[in-house]
């Protein structure tokens, strides 16, 4: 027996979705393109609900999610969700449980809210090393804290590389569902990566401080000294590469080094300043690493620079996202699931 694949929502009532810790937008953004409608969203940084409102048409709530009145929250099919979790790297060394620890308070949040909507389904995503946290205790706890409240709740690691996103981000992601079905999670639909190069090739070559017409498009402006030191670094190299004279000589060992324009990007993150486009000496700008988290070239960040860049090192890919949303649906539309999506 093989599971019913997605095709359309066949006339049916549109899902529905409530958002929390939205940011830009990445994950909503792939759920409204699986056929999702948002009812409501939530964040509480300024530029990344202007973001939001002005690419996802819906404007979110913008305010700390403690301070949100759970009754003003509506109704809806699911819940989905990135939880800031800064807490757990540290639980269970200091002898403090997940659950317990003051800094994962956002994490109880999205729990009980999920527990006042009740909605059908919920998605949560979070970084990969959460899985085997403090020997897996981690994810436990956080299991048993969504099943107190009547959810059958699963877990698993995906690489959004698998999922067509030119980069390879490894996420844990949470489904739960109150109807004590199987969670199945999407098998990989791609054989070959897609690279840095097939991604951002075509953009207009910048130099350093230089502006194009493409929204998002700028060069960060870089210091002569910065300019002297990558441009010894060769298409996939690093600080090695750098005479020793102008080698840097402390610092995070993954910055200095040159995008491999033959591979997939290695994981973005909120600041990616010091490390260089494959061929051109300067940062990657804002559109072209939203080109390697999967976003169209028709949404655009506001705020200043650093802000757009964090806001898009911490989403979720929309393309990543979309799967995750079309996958749901799968699960929806199958009474019985025993099996793996194939």
Same mark, same amino acid.
């Given at each position: 027996?093989?599971?019913?694949?997605?095709?359309?929502?066949?006339?049916?009532?549109?899902?529905?979705?409530?958002?929390?810790?939205?940011?830009?937008?990445?994950?909503?953004?792939?759920?409204?393109?699986?056929?999702?409608?948002?009812?409501?969203?939530?964040?509480?940084? $300024?530029?990344?609900?202007?973001?939001?409102?002005?690419?996802?048409?819906?404007?979110?709530?913008?305010?700390?999610?403690?301070?949100?009145?759970?009754?003003?929250?509506?109704?809806?099919?699911?819940?989905?969700?990135?939880?800031?979790?800064?807490?757990?790297?540290?639980?269970?060394?200091?002898?403090?449980?997940?659950?317990?620890?003051?800094?994962?308070?956002?994490?109880?949040?999205?729990?009980?809210?999920?527990?006042?909507?009740?909605?059908?389904?919920?998605?949560?995503?979070?970084?990969?090393?959460?899985?085997?946290?403090?020997?897996?205790?981690?994810?436990?706890?956080?299991?048993?804290?969504?099943?107190?409240?009547?959810?059958?709740?699963?877990?698993?690691?995906?690489?959004?590389?698998?999922?067509?996103?030119?980069?390879?981000?490894?996420?844990?992601?949470?489904?739960?569902?109150?109807?004590?079905?199987?969670?199945?999670?999407?098998?990989?639909?791609?054989?070959?990566?897609?690279?840095?190069?097939?991604?951002?090739?075509?953009?207009?070559?910048?130099?350093?401080?230089?502006?194009?017409? $493409?929204?998002?498009?700028?060069?960060?402006?870089?210091?002569?000294?910065?300019?002297?030191?990558?441009?010894?670094?060769?298409?996939?190299?690093?600080?090695?590469?750098?005479?020793?004279?102008?080698?840097?000589?402390?610092?995070?060992?993954?910055?200095?080094?040159?995008?491999?324009?033959?591979?997939?990007?290695?994981?973005?993150?909120?600041?990616?300043?010091?490390?260089?486009?494959?061929?051109?000496?300067?940062?990657?700008?804002?559109?072209?690493?939203?080109?390697?988290?999967?976003?169209?070239?028709?949404?655009?960040?506001?705020?200043?620079?650093?802000?757009?860049?964090?806001?898009?090192?911490?989403?979720?890919?929309?393309?990543?996202?979309?799967?995750?949303?079309?996958?749901?649906?799968?699960?929806?539309?199958?009474?019985?699931?025993? $099996?793996? $999506?194939?």
């Amino acid at each position: 027996m093989k599971l019913k694949k997605f095709s359309t929502l066949r006339n049916e009532k549109q899902p529905t979705v409530v958002s929390l810790f939205s940011g830009c937008g990445g994950l909503d953004l792939g759920f409204i393109n699986a056929g999702y409608k948002i009812l409501w969203a939530n964040d509480n940084d $300024i530029n990344s609900c202007l973001t939001y409102e002005k690419n996802i048409g819906h404007k979110p709530l913008c305010k700390n999610i403690e301070d949100v009145n759970i009754r003003d929250i509506p109704k809806a099919d699911i819940v989905i969700g990135g939880v800031p979790c800064q807490g757990f790297s540290m639980a269970g060394r200091l002898g403090r449980k997940f659950v317990d620890d003051p800094r994962n308070h956002l994490f109880k949040e999205f729990v009980k809210i999920v527990e006042f909507i009740q909605p059908k389904y919920f998605v949560m995503e979070n970084v990969a090393r959460l899985f085997n946290h403090n020997y897996g205790s981690t994810r436990i706890e956080i299991l048993n804290s969504f099943e107190k409240i009547g959810y059958k709740v699963d877990c698993k690691v995906l690489n959004s590389a698998d999922y067509g996103v030119p980069q390879k981000r490894k996420r844990i992601i949470f489904i739960g569902n109150n109807k004590n079905k199987v969670n199945i999670f999407p098998e990989p639909i791609v054989k070959n990566y897609k690279t840095v190069k097939q991604a951002i090739g075509n953009l207009p070559p910048l130099d350093s401080g230089q502006v194009s017409s $493409i929204k998002n498009h700028e060069a960060m402006n870089h210091t002569q000294a910065m300019l002297q030191k990558m441009k010894h670094i060769r298409d996939g190299g690093n600080r090695y590469q750098i005479p020793i004279k102008l080698r840097p000589t402390s610092g995070d060992p993954r910055k200095y080094i040159r995008y491999d324009s033959k591979l997939p990007s290695f994981c973005i993150t909120g600041d990616m300043r010091k490390i260089f486009h494959y061929s051109q000496n300067r940062a990657l700008t804002v559109r072209e690493l939203a080109r390697l988290q999967s976003f169209p070239d028709d949404f655009v960040f506001y705020g200043t620079k650093l802000s757009q860049q964090q806001q898009v090192g911490n989403a979720v890919p929309p393309l990543m996202a979309e799967v995750i949303a079309k996958n749901v649906l799968v699960m929806e539309e199958n009474e019985h699931l025993t $099996i793996q $999506i194939s």
